[in-house]
């Protein structure tokens, strides 16, 4: 898997969008204000997510190699997050700063135990970092649309985004229980991705422009709104689409690890 992020790239989009994401929750007028795109959780719900989930990412890096994550106690210690702003925000941006020096340490080579271990995606510290600017990038977004003022997604956030989601979140040696299917992204910025479904599982290519055959179905826009597809965030109609739609939906529905 390439992708066109280094390390320390990855790392400082780590950081800028966990600022702009405390700067949504400093400005907030409540706390209590409902994440429409995370259903049943607050302002606060969503910052103790954030926060709690750069811990754990920090400490299955900080970890190593391993065939499962370290004991809960190695990053919650109960007590929590703060629901004081304040204080929210301070163990937030700890949060945030515990991953960056954790992953800093570690390099980008570093073997960890990952959720993703059949995927095309390595299972290694850099491909956490890859993953943790979209976590928070995705995240910050519900913040910004909780207060009413979402903003796109960064085009080189969004770019990498979508090659991080098919890699990570969609390839599996899991086989597809339909029949086999091709599946193309395009965005609009010029780059492209075909997925082939298949007993053989779930495989990703970079290079769907250049491949030879007609997909049975594909779908196009900014990178920005197939990120945001992809999450959940908004409707696949947003979307140019042509071919057979339901396999779209065989793929919302699917859920390998069942």
Known sequence: METSLGFSELLRLIDERSAVFCAAIASA???EVPVA?????????????????????AAIVAAGAGDAPPDKSAWDDGSGAPRERAALLGWLRQSIELLGRTLREAGPDRGCWTWWGDSQSPQTSGAVA???VQEVAVHTYDAQLALGAPQPLPDDVALDGVEEFQFTC????VPW?????VVDYHATEGRSWRLRLSPDGARVS??????AGTPDVSARGTANDLVLV?????PLDSLELEGDRRIFDQLVDWDPSA
């Open 29 to 31: 007028p409540s706390l």
């Open 37 to 57: 795109t995370c259903p049943g959780w607050t302002l606060f719900d969503l910052a103790q997510h954030v926060g709690m989930g750069r811990r754990k990412a």
């Open 130 to 132: 890859r993953h943790q």
């Open 170 to 173: 969609c390839a599996t040696t």
């Open 177 to 181: 229980p339909h029949e086999p299917a």
């Open 206 to 211: 970079s290079t769907a422009a250049d491949e």
């Open 230 to 234: 992809f999450y959940g965030r908004i």
